[in-house]
């Protein structure tokens, strides 16, 4: 008969793998409460955002989904400038843009200027030119005054003016042009002559060619210099001078009858806590500035991009949102 085997039981390879069992448990747990646990401590917030109804309607009018799935979301409770990011301007880009105040004593540089372009290289038929080797004129004017030259021709059936300077003009003995203005440097401005003929006459904003001043605004150019008003520009009328300041602008400035100076002035009020409001062509804009003494200065801005800055050369910036 065969000797049965004992099997012995050795305590310390129990207790081993019982210790490795709890220890592995253990540590599965703590992980586990690690993730439970975690809050987003590192998130820092500045200022007031938009509330959540308005973040519900800015989902509903964009296609995009916020989705809440817990009481964490009313952390957003009370937030008033979603859809805004801070952005710092420096002052030494103060003397930049179509709202700029050019003077005299703080004229424009070079270095003012934004993309320009050769008129000769973009104009179209509806008007000629005086020089086709120096006029120079910004992107954005240079546009505008293509399509308000085709509908003056369409209007009038008239195709007789000629751009006689931009960022320089002849203002010698037989310029129909008397003055040059220290603004023009900068690309935003037009001055125009009458081609009658082969000869070069003064624009005087009478007769048929009046259409262009009456309508300028249309297309984001103003009369710089407007009659009645130089004791705000200091100059005499000048129908024959146009300023490029983008067509909202433009529109604000002709509805309110103001000559540049008084439309910034006018601007100085509104803040971006307190904008002011205009509609143009069935769209929304907010335009407020931002001033201040310090070398960089600090406000909110779209995320989207919706939005245009100019310096005023004196010591604010505006800035217009489309909404």
């Known amino acids: 008969m065969s000797e049965i ?21 253990f540590g599965a747990d703590c992980l586990r409460r690690s993730f439970e646990s975690q809050q987003p401590y590192n998130i820092k917030v500045h200022g007031d955002f938009r509330n959540s109804l308005e973040v519900a309607e800015l989902s509903a009018s964009t296609g995009l989904s916020y989705e809440t799935t817990n009481e964490a979301t009313t952390a957003f409770e009370g937030i008033k400038y979603l859809g805004y ?20 004593k703080a004229p424009a540089r070079a270095s003012d200027q934004g993309q320009l372009v ?49 960022t320089d003009t002849d203002t010698g003995e037989d310029s129909p042009c008397s003055k040059g203005f220290s603004e023009s440097k900068a690309g935003y401005c037009v001055d125009l002559a009458l081609n009658a003929y082969g000869n ?46 983008g067509e909202v602008h433009a529109a604000i400035m002709a509805s309110k009858e103001m000559c540049l100076e008084e439309y910034i002035d006018y601007l100085e009020q509104y803040t971006f806590e307190q904008p002011y409001s205009f509609t143009f062509n069935n769209e929304s804009y907010q335009i407020y500035s931002v001033s201040g003494n ?20 004196r010591n604010s ?4 949102q489309k909404n």
């Open 5 to 25: 085997k004992k099997c012995r039981l050795r305590v310390g390879r129990v207790f081993l793998a019982m210790g490795i069992t709890v220890g592995t448990l």
């Open 200 to 245: 070069i006459l003064e624009y005087d904003g009478c007769d048929a060619e009046g259409w262009v001043d009456e309508n300028c605004w249309k297309y984001g150019f103003v009369v710089r210099y407007p009659e009645g008003k130089k004791n705000k520009t200091g100059n005499d009328y000048c129908p024959w001078h146009l300023r490029f300041v």
């Open 294 to 313: 310090d070398d960089r200065l600090e406000t909110r801005v779209p995320i989207s991009g919706n939005y245009e800055l100019s310096g005023d050369n």
């Open 85 to 104: 990011s801070e952005y710092e301007l420096s002052k030494d880009d103060v003397s930049k843009g179509i709202l700029s105040l050019y003077t005299e």
């Open 317 to 320: 910036f505006i800035i217009m």
């Open 118 to 166: 050769d008129l000769a290289e973009e104009k179209n038929e509806f008007y000629s030119l005086a020089d086709e080797k120096r006029l120079y004129l910004d992107d954005d004017a240079a546009d505008a005054l293509n399509r308000m030259m085709e509908d003056y021709a369409n209007e009038t059936g008239l195709a007789d003016f000629m751009v006689y300077g931009t």
